[in-house]
């Protein structure tokens, strides 16, 4: 199995800031990776998909960036609404893995 | 993205048989991957598996031997059956959709509502 796993495990920044998520794979996944935000009691919503392409209909605050086996998720300017938890998935072999979970409390 | 509602018993018992239908609306099931998702409660995501229309599935290894699916065109749904449950399998599981894995489309863009399932005797 590939293993996942995001950093930090929680966040506390404030609305205005500037927010990195870094997910690491155990081995090469580049570029099948995918960026999820789940808030509770709510399926996760996809946000990014192939390490970079935004998912349609999410705003433009949300990038993703990487390769190999490092990536990043970056909010610019996080608004109140994007306190949630955030997960990676990698997608290029089976089984499909996500990362634990990256929690952004106010 | 589709519209996903998963249905099934809210409670099961231990050892007992696990068993969920995802009903597909405004999209055909014979395209696309179909796939199970658990999340049990204050937990991450876990991938339990997917299916193809045509039968063909791929599984999680920790799972492997007592979970299937299955896909019925017929009323545009798909199915998830584990066997010999335990407290371990208690957890919110959704359905969602992805795309060819042969074309780098494994990603889930559509997702059910999700169902939580308890077990317990």
């Known amino acids: 199995d590939i293993y996942m796993t995001q950093s930090p495990s929680t966040l506390s920044p404030s609305v205005g800031d500037r927010v990195t998520i870094t997910c690491r794979a155990s081995q090469n996944v580049s570029p099948w990776l995918a960026w999820y935000q789940q808030k509770p009691g709510r399926a996760p919503k996809l946000l990014i998909y192939k390490a970079s392409t935004l998912q349609s209909g999410v705003p433009s605050r949300f990038s993703g960036s990487g390769s190999g086996t490092d990536f990043i998720l970056t909010i610019t300017s996080l608004q109140p609404d994007d306190f949630a938890t955030y997960y990676c998935?990698?997608?290029?072999?089976?089984?499909?893995?996500f990362g634990q979970g990256t929690k952004l409390e106010i | 993205q589709v519209p996903l509602v998963e249905s099934g018993p809210g409670l099961v018992k231990p050892s007992e048989t696990l068993s969920l239908i995802c009903s597909v609306s405004?999209?055909?099931?014979?395209?696309?991957?179909w796939s199970w998702i658990r999340q049990p409660p204050g937990k991450g995501l876990e991938w339990i598996g997917n299916i193809y229309h045509s039968g063909s599935t791929n599984f999680d290894p920790s799972l492997q031997g007592r979970v299937t699916m299955s896909v019925d065109t017929s009323k545009n749904q798909f199915s998830l059956r584990l066997t010999s449950v335990t407290a371990a399998d208690a957890a919110v599981y959704y359905c969602?959709?992805?795309?060819?894995?042969?074309?780098?489309?494994?990603?889930?863009?559509?997702w059910g509502q999700g169902i939580l399932v308890t077990v317990s005797s």
């Open positions: 405004d999209a055909s099931i014979t395209r696309d991957y």
């Open positions: 998935q990698q997608y290029n072999d089976y089984p499909y893995t």
């Open positions: 969602a959709r992805s795309f060819s894995p042969s074309q780098g489309g494994g990603w889930f863009d559509s």
